[in-house]
Antibody, heavy 119, light 106 residues
Framework: EVQLVESGGGLVQPGRSLKLSCVAS????????MNWIRQAPGKGLEWVAY????????YYAETVKGRFTISRDNAKNTRYLQMTSLRSEDTALYYC????????????WGQGVMVTVSS | EIVLTQSPTTMAASPGEKVTITCRAS?????MHWYQQKPGASPKPWIY???KLASGVPNRFSGSGSGTSYSLTISSMETEDTATYYC?????????FGGGTKLELK
């Protein structure tokens, strides 16, 4: 069974940093690209970042470019999102999601981890 | 960046009613994916590659479209279909979601 489990969220002050993790199981992690998507309270989905299976391709939404860094450790089946210079508008539920490949959908999602940026 | 605009943003349908949700892209795209999200739950892939139903999706759902206009249709609304639906596409270096359509039961 495919599982994605996020962790690392919490309450953080504006301007500070936080690192999210997503541990994958039930599939060959190194074969799949992975994404982070976020959802602000009561709002819609916003794609945040993508990393390809071999880390050759990395893309970011304009809203986080230069502040967030996506990475992965295939040996640990884990993908990370390092978030710096956090702003109140970064407050959201952050999901990791697997990219099925070949232009396909995000076929498996984690349960999400909450990040609250507030003083 | 391609912008996806969904309409309507909210709608209510009676049981048995036909429902159509539209997603318009700011530039032509090759395909569209759709997700269903219920309150307190993670999104689920629902329709992919414009018209293919994800595993377990009832066949009263269908997807169609091309170019800049895509749609999700429910042939006969059922209670369990109440949810928010999002369209999504990939372009060269970004992925975008539509703003969502909240579907309620009338």
């Amino acid at each position: 069974e495919v599982q994605l489990v996020e962790s690392g969220g919490g309450l953080v002050q504006p301007g500070r940093s936080l690192k999210l993790s997503c541990v994958a199981s039930g599939f060959t992690f190194s074969n799949y690209g992975m994404n982070w998507i976020r959802q602000a309270p009561g709002k819609g989905l916003e794609w945040v970042a993508y990393i390809s299976s071999g880390s050759s391709y990395i893309y970011y939404a304009e809203t986080v470019k230069g502040r967030f860094t996506i990475s992965r450790d295939n040996a640990k089946n884990t993908r990370y999102l390092q978030m710096t210079s956090l702003r109140s508008e970064d407050t959201a539920l952050y999901y990791c999601a697997r990219y099925g490949g070949y232009g396909g959908p995000l076929d498996y999602w984690g349960q999400g981890v909450m990040v609250t940026v507030s003083s | 960046e391609i912008v996806l605009t969904q309409s309507p943003t909210t709608m209510a349908a009676s049981p048995g009613e036909k429902v159509t949700i539209t997603c318009r892209a700011s530039s032509s795209v090759s395909y569209m994916h759709w997700y269903q999200q219920k309150p307190g739950a993670s999104p689920k892939p629902w329709i992919y590659d414009t018209s293919k139903l994800a595993s377990g999706v009832p066949n009263r759902f269908s997807g169609s479209g091309s170019g800049t206009s895509y749609s999700l249709t429910i042939s006969s609304m059922e209670t369990e279909d109440t949810a928010t639906y999002y369209c999504q596409q990939w372009s060269s270096n970004s992925r975008t979601f539509g703003g969502g359509t909240k579907l309620e039961l009338k």
